[in-house]
């Protein structure tokens, strides 16, 4: 390790001339990489919803559709915008009212029975179809271009009108999310640091880091909106107690002597040995992600541990080399640390333990309770300002129309209409279905199929499937939806075994089962994962058990809050959680931990160990602590989209959270069941109370 810190430091000219150029492929490759915006992409591929969505985009050419509500406009100037409309590259189909009467007819003399489903005040709807899917480049282009042409009478709603707005608000707060953070975690350093010069060299080595792993997230083709959100700010909170430590160890490697290359050499060698454990744990927290079946833990995982591994490789080569390079400004502006020793904390825990052991007893059930009844919802709608255009649309479609979500259901096209009538009367009788549409229906109606435009008859069937819609007046991802769509299915299994209901309905069902499964998985994983590396990295049975306890008591209180505030949760901040709370902060334990055991193999008693671990601990983990809440707390606090706000609201209150417990809970603990620990961790098994001095005169 001392031979590659003198390597370093020898070549801290070359290795800054390398990092910058470095810079130029990584904003290239940042700008090259592709967002998506959609969630529902990353429901597995097999399933049966996605083929449905897949048989619509390649057998009816409808990757997407958007109902355009229409305010008092005449039958002309509908006509009049649909030719328009059709004019769009990617527009496929649009079909109104007007395709059905005509200009001729007056609206007096439409049939009741249509004129009830598409006009409400003055109000009607007109259908569009995108070739494209959902969420592609082109399809949130098309309906850019509608918004475009059309004026204050024209309302677009949809999937990809709501993806629109979601990408337009996310891009518009990105970089005042970066901001936030850094101007949080400056504060905290200038109080933390001996220098005013220095928590910029931090913050500068970070963000480097951060745009390599932007950079590189190339090679996964595009990644989710929700990692490109947090991930900067999450990679700044995980990884700056490396860098950190690494500056701490060159001051204090610099009072031995008077060499600055020499002493940066030792630290480097110092940081590490000492980071090599904990980033260990927090790269394999995140890997743990890639477990879920919900592809979007996968996007966060992967992205994530390629920070945490980038940002070692960076605090070890990069910094160093900038230290060294302004050690002389670093000089000029040293001050008097700010923060505290926390001397009074220390003496209250020690002296305190079996109080605080009790404390933790009575809280665990009261935090678990919250824990497991905290109420997540899947309704991305719901995540998002209500003023924006799409959900405003999406809920004058609700409220005017009843048309709250709506199924696509494909069957075998050579069913008799009268049996698909039949299934559909079926399907109407269940509570909560507002109405059903079919080719077979529109001709029980008494309009001729001659009339009827090529557009329309083309939505409905092809050569191998005939398509019915299904409107419901139950929300998105709620029980009663959920449960209708099973009964829906069961209906039309009795017709056809191979029908398939698909539309966002569908779907979210779907999503709602795969993350229900993913929550408790990927916690599970995340824990036997940290618990192997930790038992390796500690040599201990005993302490993963202990440590993974202290951070999951964390995790119950801070996920069981949002019960006991009645707060309700997106469903992403729910199942990552956790995992990014345990593998985050897990680290902060094993600071303490390892020099516990130092200590105590000094021949030091637990209580004397206990003490001089947490106290040489506690102002590292409460700036540690600190920074993670601070690059992530302005983020939580300023965020219009929910799903990122309430994401990086719980990692900055968990970051404080485990700070608390890790000081608090951890060093009782660690008085508690000093026996049991030093019979199951290697190398402690003869130091038993009671042992240590007979032990060591042999």
């Not at 200009?103 to 259908?127: C, G, H, Q, R, W």
Request: hydrophobic share 45%; net charge negative; charged share 20%.
């Amino acid at each position: 390790m001392h031979k590659l810190g003198k390597a370093i430091c020898k070549h801290k000219r070359l290795i800054l001339i390398i990092a910058l150029l470095l810079l130029i492929p990584s904003v290239m490759g940042m700008k090259a990489t592709r967002i998506n915006y959609d969630i529902l992409v990353y429901l597995p591929e097999d399933i049966e919803t996605i083929r449905g969505e897949n048989i619509l985009s390649d057998d009816f050419d409808m990757g997407a559709f958007s109902v355009v509500l229409l305010d008092d406009m005449k039958i002309k100037d509908i006509k009049k915008l649909e030719e328009e409309f059709k004019k769009i590259d990617n527009v496929e189909k649009v079909v109104s009212i007007a395709d059905v009467v005509g200009t001729a007819i007056p609206e007096e003399m439409i049939p009741e029975d249509i004129k009830s489903k598409v006009y409400k005040d003055n109000e009607t709807m007109m259908l569009v179809t995108f070739k494209e899917q959902i969420s592609s480049d082109e399809t949130m282009k098309t309906v850019q271009t509608l918004r475009e042409i059309t004026d204050e009478r024209c309302k677009i709603s949809g999937m990809t009108a709501t993806v629109l707005d979601t990408r337009d608000l996310s891009d518009s707060e990105i970089v005042i999310y970066v901001v936030i953070a850094v101007a949080l975690c400056l504060i905290i350093l200038e109080l933390a640091l001996d220098s005013y010069v220095a928590p910029v060299l931090l913050l500068l080595n970070i963000g480097i880091a951060i745009l390599y792993n932007m950079g590189s997230n190339i090679f996964l083709g595009e990644i989710s909106y929700i990692t490109k959100a947090i991930s900067a700010v999450l990679q700044l909170g995980v990884t700056m107690d490396f860098a950190i430590f690494l500056y701490h160890s060159y001051m204090q490697e610099k009072e031995h002597t008077s060499n600055n290359d020499e002493a940066m050499a030792s630290a480097i060698g110092k940081t590490l040995v000492s980071v090599v454990g904990s980033s260990l744990t927090t790269i394999a927290g995140f890997l743990a992600l890639c477990s879920m079946n919900l592809t979007l833990g996968k996007d966060i995982g992967i992205v994530m541990a390629k920070g945490v591994l980038l940002g070692v490789i960076s605090v070890v080569t990069v910094l160093p080399a900038m230290i060294l390079e302004l050690n002389g400004l670093i000089e000029k502006t040293k001050h008097k640390e700010i923060f505290p020793k926390f001397t009074g904390v220390k003496n209250f825990v020690i002296k305190h333990y079996k109080l605080i052991a009790l404390a933790f007893v009575i809280i665990l059930p009261i935090a678990f309770y919250g824990y497991q009844n905290t109420e997540s919802y899947y309704n991305l709608d719901k995540s998002l300002p209500k003023t924006l255009d799409s959900v405003v649309a999406n809920e004058e479609l609700k409220d005017k129309f009843n048309m709250v979500s709506m199924e696509l259901l494909l069957i075998d096209k050579d069913i008799p209409d009268n049996q698909v009538n039949n299934m559909l009367n079926e399907i109407e009788d269940l509570e909560g279905i507002e109405w059903t549409l079919s080719f077979s229906k529109v001709a029980d109606l008494g309009i001729p199929k001659e009339v009827l435009p090529n557009d329309l008859l083309e939505i409905f069937q092809n050569d191998k499937y005939q398509i019915a819609i299904i409107n419901s007046k139950y929300e998105m991802a709620t029980n009663e939806l959920n449960d209708q769509v099973t009964k829906v299915n069961e209906i039309i299994k009795k017709y056809d075994q191979n029908a398939i209901l698909a539309g966002e309905g569908p779907l979210m069902k779907d999503l709602v089962e795969i993350s229900d499964h993913d929550f408790n998985s990927v916690n599970t994983v995340s824990i036997a994962i940290i618990f192997v590396i930790m038992i390796i990295v500690l040599k201990s049975i005993s302490l993963p058990v202990i440590l993974i306890t202290v951070i999951e008591f964390a995790i119950f209180i801070n996920m069981g809050i949002p019960y006991y505030t009645n707060t309700i949760l997106p469903f992403i901040a729910s199942i990552v959680i956790g995992t990014i709370q345990l593998g985050a902060t897990i680290d902060y334990a094993i600071l303490i931990t390892n020099k516990y055991i130092t200590n105590r193999k000094e021949g030091k008693d637990k209580k004397q160990a206990v003490s001089e671990a947490l106290g040489t601990s506690i102002s590292s983990i409460v700036i540690s602590g600190l920074c993670f809440f601070g690059a992530t707390f302005g983020v939580g606090a300023y965020s219009k989209i929910e799903m990122i706000g309430s994401l990086c609201t719980l990692m900055s209150r968990g970051a404080i959270v485990s700070m608390v417990c890790v000081i608090a809970v951890l060093p009782a603990f660690l008085m508690i069941f000093d026996k049991i620990i030093c019979k199951t961790t290697m190398g402690m098994r003869k130091l038993e109370e009671g042992k240590w001095l007979k032990w060591k005169r042999k």
